[in-house]
Nanobody
Framework: VQLQASGGGLVQTGGSLRLSCAAS????????IGWFRQAPGKEREFVAA????????WYADSVKGRFTIFRDNAGDTLYLQMNISKPEDTAIYSC????????????????????WGQGTLVTVSS
């Protein structure tokens, strides 16, 4: 089971960036995916999540309306489309997979995730 996050980089305020999370080693319809981020000196925080089917999504208030999470089941790749408008979006972004049930009850709780990919750094310049 592996998750590979990519797509980070340097972006200006007002720009956009798309992160990818490629999953391998398990069937795409068995897991839900969450994106989390951690800024320097801060706690890890929830960003966005998507259910196994892709039919349900959830967002942190800080990114709602600016970020979009979606999945490509055919290719087992998850995406986080980000419209960057805040320097505070600078962080290491990581994706994680959950194989559990009742995902809607805990999607924002990072200890509840089963597998993690390495992070990808997003740096926002103003």
């Amino acid at each position: 089971v592996q998750l590979q996050a990519s797509g980070g980089g340097l972006v200006q305020t007002g720009g956009s960036l798309r992160l990818s999370c490629a999953a391998s080693g398990f069937s795409s319809d068995r897991y839900a995916i969450g994106w989390f981020r951690q800024a320097p000196g801060k706690e890890r925080e929830f960003v966005a999540a998507i259910s196994r089917s892709g039919g349900s999504t959830w967002y942190a208030d800080s990114v709602k309306g600016r970020f979009t999470i979606f999945r490509d089941n055919a290719g087992d790749t998850l995406y986080l489309q980000m419209n960057i408008s805040k320097p505070e979006d600078t962080a290491i972004y990581s994706c994680a997979a959950s194989l559990g049930n009742s995902y809607s009850n805990y999607y924002s709780e990072y200890p509840r995730y089963d597998y993690w990919g390495q992070g990808t750094l997003v740096t926002v310049s103003s």
